[in-house]
C-alpha cells in the first residue's frame, strides 16, 4: 500500500527507503549477473531505480497497471539517468497475456497483500509463461506461516487490509507457494527480513 508525496509525476512511497537497502541485499545474491528483471507493480519507481543503479549489469523492465504510477517510474528513471531502465509496461498481473518478451527474473514487491488473490494466481501464471530456463520469482512482503502471523503488528496489518477491502490480506505462504507450483516454480529459499517481512524466492523447474 503506497502513501505518496507527489512531486511532480515522481511520486515518492516512503517505505522505499526503509526496506531497499535489505531488499537489494538478497538481489545481490541471487540474480544473474546480466540479463532482463521484469518488476510487476513496480509503484513509484524508486524500488526500480535503486535497483538499476545498483546493479549495472541488468536491465530493468518496470510495470503497473496504474498509469499515474507508470508516470512516476519513468520520471524517476529519467531524473537518475540510469541507461538499463527501460521504459514501463502497462501490465495487470492478473491478465492472461503479459506484453513481455522471456526474462530471466520477476520481481514482485508488496503487492499481494493490496491486491484480490486473483493477482497472486495471475502473477504465477504469468511468471511461468515469461521466465526464460530456470529464471526466478523473487517476492517481498509480510506472509503469515502455519496460518499464523509471525508478530502482532503483521496481524493487526491483515485486519485493517480487509477491513479497506475483503479481497486484501496477508497471504499464507503455503498457499502462495501451491499456487506458484502449477505453474512449475518451486520455493527454493525464504529469507527473514526487517519489519517482520520476508523474501521469498521461486525456482522456474526445467521442462
Known amino acids: 500500500m503506497l502513501d505518496w508525496n507527489a512531486d511532480g509525476d515522481a511520486l515518492e512511497a516512503p517505505a ?10 538478497v538481489l545481490r545474491a541471487i540474480l544473474p549477473a546480466s540479463g532482463t528483471v521484469l518488476e510487476i507493480a513496480s509503484g513509484s519507481g524508486e524500488h526500480a531505480v535503486h535497483f538499476a543503479a545498483a546493479l549495472p ?23 537518475s539517468g540510469a541507461a538499463n531502465i527501460l521504459p514501463p509496461l502497462a501490465l495487470d498481473a492478473a491478465a492472461d497475456r503479459w506484453p513481455v518478451e522471456p526474462v530471466e527474473a520477476v520481481v514482485c514487491i508488496n ?16 511468471a511461468g509463461r515469461v521466465l526464460a530456463g530456470s529464471g526466478m520469482l523473487f517476492l517481498y512482503g509480510p506472509f503469515r506461516e502455519g496460518g499464523r502471523h509471525s508478530t502482532e503488528s503483521n496481524a493487526a496489518f491483515d485486519a485493517s487490509l480487509r477491513g479497506r477491502d ?42
Open 16 to 25: 522505499v527507503a526503509r526496506n531497499r537497502d535489505a531488499i537489494l541485499a
Open 57 to 79: 549489469g541488468l536491465t530493468w523492465l518496470p510495470s503497473d497497471a496504474d498509469a499515474a504510477a507508470r508516470r512516476s517510474v519513468a520520471a524517476h528513471a529519467r531524473r
Open 111 to 126: 503487492m499481494i497483500h493490496i491486491a484480490p488473490w486473483s493477482a497472486t494466481e495471475g502473477l504465477m501464471a504469468g
Open 166 to 207: 475483503p479481497e486484501w490480506g496477508v497471504r499464507d505462504l503455503e498457499s502462495v507457494s501451491a499456487a506458484a507450483a502449477k505453474h512449475g516454480l518451486a520455493l527454493v529459499r525464504r529469507v527473514p527480513m526487517p519489519a517482520s517481512n520476508l523474501s521469498l524466492i521461486y525456482r522456474r523447474e526445467p521442462d
